[in-house]
Each structure stands twice: as C-alpha cells, then as structure tokens.
C-alpha cells in the first residue's frame, strides 16, 4: 500500500507536554498539507508544504505549533506546551503540484488530559 | 466564517435508492470542488471533484453536478449500497488548501 501513511495514530498525553506527529505522504507527490478535525466538524487546513518549503500556515496555527519537512519527503508536527483544546484528529494529506486532489492518511488522534 | 455548509446533518436511504448529498459555498472563488467519504478511525478518502467550470462529472455510481449561479453542488449516489453509509465531506479548493463542510452522515438500508 503506498498511500499516505501517519505515525502514531493515537497519542494520549498530559497537558503542558511536548507531541510529534509524522507523515509519509504518497512518494510521487511534492506537495503536504496538515489538517485538524474536531467533533463535528469538517477537517480545518493548518499548513502545507511545497517540497521542504512550508509556504502558507493558517491562522489556527499558534506559535506552538511548528511543521517542518526537511528533505521533501516526509513531514513532522510538533505541538509544544499541549493545552486541552488540541485534542482532536490530526490529518495529513499529500498531492501533486497543480491537482487539486489531496489524498489524506488516516490520521492521528491526540488526546490531551 | 462557514465558507462551506452542508445543512444536513444525516440523510437515510434504502437500498438501491438514490442518496442525494446537498452542499452550498459562499466563496466564488472555489475554483474546484471535490467530496470525500470518511469511515470512522480512517482520514478522508477521496470519492469525486469538478471544476468550476463544469456543471457535471460522472464516475460510476456518483455523479457531482455544479450549480455556480446557486453555488450549490450535490452529489448522487445511484444506485446506493450499505457499504456507501459513510460521513460525505463536499470541500472547495481556494487556492492550495480545501475548505470543508460539516459533514453528511448518510445512512443505507439493506
């Protein structure tokens, strides 16, 4: 299976800690995006990635948080100081330049206690 | 602000009946629209999209149609399968990043 693949797909952890989620998008494809999914809601865009550069972040995005995607293939969201409104379904989705499918993974569920 | 709605929270349908999934946008800027199907624990999965510059795109039992002068667009699912009872996303693309809707539960019955 060569679809977009996410590590870890749960992560329970305390307030105040440090998470890392990571993503493998589909190998051909040059372009990641990080979304998160609440209750309820539709998944909200946070970031996306052109190869290693980052080039628009969404205003959810808090100084906190910080993605990065050094080589171009695979990307890491690093949430510090947790609060209690993270919790929620992180997405990650991955395509190519110039389509407008993004093909998502199955995402990564954070749980903040 | 909502830039996509879809005012239907859940919709119920027979077996091999027709589910129709209803989505209104307020941003003329969409210049792509698309719908996924997302089962519980698992990330969206595409299903079909359309330019703004169609009103129609057909692919095998789901077919989108286009409304721009309404900025509606719905998806069909013909004839419907208990395997179709999903949560529907319809999403625009505005720019890079997909803007989405609340989500359809659709619920087939056998």
């Known amino acids: ?113 | 602000d909502q830039q996509v709605k879809q005012n239907s929270p859940s919709l119920s349908v027979q077996e091999g009946r027709i589910s129709i999934l209803n989505c209104d946008y307020t941003n003329s800027m969409f210049d792509y629209f698309l719908w996924y199907k997302k089962y519980p624990a698992e990330g969206p999965t595409f299903l079909i999209s359309i330019s703004s510059i169609k009103d129609k795109n057909e692919d095998g039992r789901f077919t989108v149609f286009l409304n721009k002068s309404a900025k509606h667009l719905s998806l069909h699912i013909v004839p419907s399968q208990p395997g179709d009872s999903a949560v529907y996303f319809c999403a625009g693309l505005y720019g890079n990043k997909l803007v989405f809707g609340a989500g359809t539960i659709l619920r087939v019955k056998s």
């Not at chain 1, 190998?27 to 970031?47: A, D, I, M, V």
């Open chain 1, 1 to 113: 299976d060569t679809g977009v693949s996410q590590d870890p797909r749960h992560k329970i952890t305390k307030r105040g800690q440090n998470v890392t989620f990571r993503c493998d998008p589909i190998s051909e494809h040059n372009r990641l995006y990080w979304y998160r999914q609440t209750l309820g809601q539709g998944p909200e865009f946070l970031t996306y990635f052109q190869n290693e550069a980052q080039l628009e972040k969404s205003r959810l995005l808090s100084d906190r948080f910080s993605a990065e995607r050094p080589k171009g293939s695979f990307s890491t969201l690093e949430i510090q100081r947790t609060e209690q409104g993270d919790s929620a379904m992180y997405l990650c989705a991955s395509s190519l330049a110039g389509l407008g499918e993004q093909y998502f993974g199955p995402g990564t569920r954070l749980t903040v206690t």
